[in-house]
């Protein structure tokens, strides 16, 4: 490997640069939460982070009254189990979904493909009405049915799959057919390996929709116990008497990200290799 002249050193020391100062940049917003969660009173007003002369204000007073004050232990597990949940439905029925496109012929699959796609056209917004009448009819309101349900079935996520799937070869698909895998093995136990990047990006994609979901929550659920994260944070402004308690709202707010946070970091080997696993092909 021919070694590197020092105009070549030189740009790559200031790419470094430039990428440490943007990652630092980035990091700000949530050094900034972190300061004002600690902080009481009006203080999260006057000091853009720290009252450097008067540290011994911070307190943790605000993170146990988020949970003294708050339901907002039972808003995390209710965010929890319906993102787990969420994930799971749609990353499996996803790839079964893609598997079936990429490797089956059957009559009407083109069509049936061009009704997929032209379904990606319609804004969610504009189908909230007849969802909403359909749940009702249902008798889902009020109920974690109507949330998981409706969007177990991504077009989107079958689309990625099919396009990730074309990667697993037909030979051996039709090896394990002769040693006597059933389809639905071939499914899990090899072209689901095949496509493990993908697959880890998607589920952070799907959880990550999940855990931020506000709108179709708010107008189904009822119940203030089955309230999820973005609806309990949402409530707290305002309360309590109309002045909203900013400390415990930043509070809430920084511990609502480290799930994502920590999930990003165990999947983002197979996050970043399934964004680039297309990069190289023709």
């Keep these: 490997m021919p070694a590197r002249t020092p105009l070549q050193a030189s740009r790559s020391i200031l790419l470094h640069i430039a990428l440490i100062v943007a990652a630092a940049c980035s990091l700000v917003p949530f050094f900034w939460l972190l300061c004002a969660s600690v902080k009481q009173g009006d203080d999260i007003f006057r000091w853009m982070f720290l009252p450097w002369t ?4 911070l307190t943790l007073d605000n993170f146990r009254r ?4 708050q339901n907002f232990g039972l808003y995390i597990v209710n965010s929890i189990f319906l993102s787990s949940m969420f994930t799971i439905l749609v990353v499996s029925l996803s790839s079964l979904g893609g598997f079936a496109l990429s490797k089956y012929d059957f009559r009407g699959k083109k069509p049936l493909m061009i009704v997929m796609l032209a379904t990606m056209l319609l804004p969610a917004q504009v189908l909230l009405p007849s969802s909403y009448e359909l749940i009702y009819h249902f008798g889902w309101l009020n109920s974690y049915l109507a949330i998981l349900i409706p969007g177990a079935v991504s077009v989107f996520g079958m689309f990625l799959f099919m396009q990730a799937m074309k990667a697993v070869p037909d030979e051996l698909l ?9 389809e639905f093995r071939l499914w899990w136990e090899i072209s689901l390996p095949v496509v493990r990047p993908m697959t880890g990006a998607y589920t952070l994609m799907c959880f990550l929709a999940s855990w931020n979901s506000f709108l179709w929550p708010q107008i189904i659920l009822q119940d203030e116990r089955k309230y999820n994260l973005p609806i309990g944070l949402a409530n707290m402004m305002g309360m309590p008497e109309y002045q909203t308690a900013f400390g415990t ?14 999930l990003f970091f165990v999947l983002q080997k197979d996050f970043i290799a399934g964004l680039t696993s297309g990069a190289i092909k023709g």
């Design 54 to 57: 008067n540290l011994g204000s």
């Design 66 to 69: 988020l949970f003294t004050q």
């Design 174 to 182: 039709q090896a394990g057919r002769v040693d006597g895998c059933s």
């Design 249 to 262: 709202l930043m509070a809430g707010t920084f511990l609502s990200v480290l799930p994502v946070v920590v």
